[in-house]
């Protein structure tokens, strides 16, 4: 005897749920994922600690002393200089969140949910933008009250926040690989320095890389963190665009800024791409 079935809703009818569902679940997945990360006042502002000692401390301690660089207050440009600090290791420590939440939190069932998965890594995503968002704002304020000459316009805070924000999307793409192919919590605190913190000083954090030997000059134009800070400074106090220059050698500013601009957009595209492919392959497995 025949046994009949009920035919299967349509491929496409299931499709238009899906994606009329996208927003509201990447919603749900970011409030969840800000409050895991965001639970106490402490889990912001700790965080801050070490940039904000190295803006109002050290910074100005180090324009006693430090290189002068022409129409450029040395505070201010290593002011600037911790952002290069600050997004890369808010972003890296959201990775160990990853790390949580797989081995004793709530993943296995978010993969059990009627969610696209890759909306997972998406709300992480956007909590950790949020949160370093935030400090990078505290960072900036503290700066200028210690008397950091920060002047800007609307071009120029739009180059800052493009290239802020594109360096943390490529620095979270970094963290959330590592977290979904490092097994433990230790073994990826042990890898964070060398990633988060290394290249820090080859970037032009703390000097131009032009006063680095070549061969260090043409590792740092190679680096996302070069081309973000040399666009911060571009956005919000060196307007000769020196930075810039000393990356690619042009005497069009704008041109310039678009490239760098380019740049950290093609690695945050490809550091995102690979975290994405990297958490479907470690679910899967």
């Known amino acids: 005897m025949a046994v009949s079935t009920a035919p299967a809703p349509p491929v496409a009818a299931r499709h238009d749920r899906d994606a009329t569902g996208a927003p509201a679940a990447l919603a749900t997945l970011t409030r969840r994922r800000f409050a895991l990360s965001a639970r106490t006042p402490r889990e912001l502002l700790v965080p801050l600690l070490t940039p904000i000692l190295f803006a109002l401390v050290i910074a100005p301690a180090l324009a006693s002393i430090g290189p002068t660089i022409p129409g450029v207050d040395y505070m201010s440009f290593a002011a600037v200089g911790t ?14 969140g990853v790390i949580i939440d797989r081995e004793s ?6 993969l059990a949910a009627p969610v696209r998965r890759p909306l997972i ?12 968002g935030l400090q990078v704002a505290v960072l900036i304020v503290a700066a200028a009250l210690r008397g950091a000459d920060l002047t800007t316009s609307a071009s120029g805070v739009a180059w800052f926040l493009g290239a802020s ?9 970094v963290a959330e690989t590592l977290s979904n192919r490092i097994p433990t919590v230790e073994e990826y605190t042990g890898a964070l320095p060398a990633i988060a913190i290394v290249p820090f000083f080859f970037a032009g954090s703390l000097f131009p890389i032009s006063a680095l030997p070549w061969a260090l000059t043409a590792f740092a134009r190679i680096l996302p963190l070069t081309h973000a800070l040399a666009l ?15 990356i690619w050698g042009m005497s069009n500013a704008t041109a310039m800024a678009a490239l760098s601009l380019a740049v ?3 690695y945050a595209a490809l550091f995102t791409a690979v975290a994405l492919r990297t958490f479907r392959r470690s679910v899967e497995h």
């Open 83 to 96: 952002i290069g600090l600050l997004i890369p290791l808010n972003c890296m420590f959201a990775g160990i």
């Open 105 to 110: 939190g709530a993943r296995r069932d978010l």
């Open 121 to 132: 890594v998406l709300a992480n995503l956007a909590v950790a933008l949020m949160i370093t």
């Open 165 to 173: 924000v594109l360096l943390g999307i490529a620095m979270y793409g």
């Open 232 to 246: 911060m400074r571009y956005g919000l106090l060196d307007h000769n665009a020196s930075g810039l220059h000393d």
């Open 264 to 266: 950290v957009a093609a």
